[in-house]
């Protein structure tokens, strides 16, 4: 593991890890500093910016992020712009063309539309950061935020940390003020990097890897893709059955979560807790399928 230098130096983030940088090809990324218990609590965090809009990179979404960013402290403005900013070949293209049509008539711009320009490309920009670090609020379908010390974890199929964002009770029209907590799912070892799932879980390969490609672009070479990628087949079809197994509760999930949502009725709120461990059960025992016979 590449260790940090005066370039890239270390970020810390809390007790138990910091961000540190582990080359070209993976940049920053989150090691333990010490032994890590399962279930420890890793790292919680404070939103920096938070949107009520399901599709992030729309003209209200974009308006959104860019009141939220002119509002922020330097300090704070400085963490938003060293995050990753990931835009897609399709993206470019899409902003290029629109870049054309802008001439800055009617603003007042005298140096034909160079600066108005300038300025549709940073809100751009931003918003594309925003969209590749957000985390959606577990509650809602259309919040989403951005937690910049949580923006450091590298991805794997099978993490070594699980994580939640939600918003205080009494604070759910108040996507500012959302949260994310992380915690172990399996013991850390001392300078191990700790890595989440950011998404898709519940997808087999190709799947997974394409939307990881497509909304991040990266290939994910975890642990789990490296031992599908070599073709070991017994392996390999076990966890995808898992997967295919989680879908229906997954599904189920979903569906319950979405009717019932932000109705305060124990019935429903145990169910949906039965579902969860389920979930996460049924998850662990793939996990340590592979485990075991990797
Ligand atoms: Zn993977």
């Not at 965090?45 to 308006?63: F, K, P, V």
């Not at 629109?98 to 539309?113: A, P, Q, V």
């Not at 991805?155 to 009770?169: N, Q, T």
Request: glycine letters at 6%.
């Amino acid at each position: 593991m590449a260790s940090s230098d005066n370039d890239n130096p270390s970020i810390p983030l809390s007790e138990w890890c910091e961000a540190r940088y582990l080359g070209k090809n993976r940049g920053y990324g989150v090691v333990a500093l010490k032994d890590i218990p399962e279930s420890t609590t890793i790292l919680t965090d404070n939103a920096l910016i938070g949107i009520d809009e399901a599709d992030t990179m729309s003209r209200r979404a974009r308006r959104w992020i860019k009141r939220q960013y002119a509002a922020l402290p330097d300090e704070q403005k400085r963490r938003f712009d060293a995050l990753h900013c990931f835009i897609s070949d399709e993206a470019r293209i899409e902003v290029e063309l629109k870049l054309r049509h802008i001439t800055g008539d009617g603003d007042g711009d005298s140096d034909g539309g160079a600066r108005a320009r300038a300025r549709y490309l940073r809100n751009y920009e931003r918003a594309h950061t925003f969209a590749t670090n957000c985390f959606d609020v577990a509650t809602s379908n259309t919040q989403a935020a951005l937690f910049a010390d949580a923006s450091r974890f590298n991805h794997a199929c099978r993490p070594s940390a699980e994580y939640d964002v939600r918003l205080p009770v009494g604070a759910q029209g108040d996507v500012g003020q959302a949260r994310w907590e992380a915690w172990a799912v399996r013991n850390i070892e001392a300078g191990e990097e700790i890595t989440i799932n950011y998404s898709f879980r519940n997808k087999q390969r190709a799947e997974r890897q394409g939307l990881l490609l497509k909304t991040w672009g990266f290939t994910c070479t975890c642990s789990v893709c490296d031992l599908e990628g070599a073709d070991q087949g017994a392996e390999s079809r076990k966890f995808d059955a898992d997967l295919r197994n989680l879908d229906s509760d997954m599904a189920e999930w979903d569906r319950i979560s979405y009717v019932f949502r932000g109705w305060n009725n124990g019935e429903v709120n145990e169910r949906l807790e039965r579902l969860d461990t389920r979930i996460d059960l049924a998850r662990d025992v793939g996990n340590q399928e592979i485990l075991w016979k990797s």
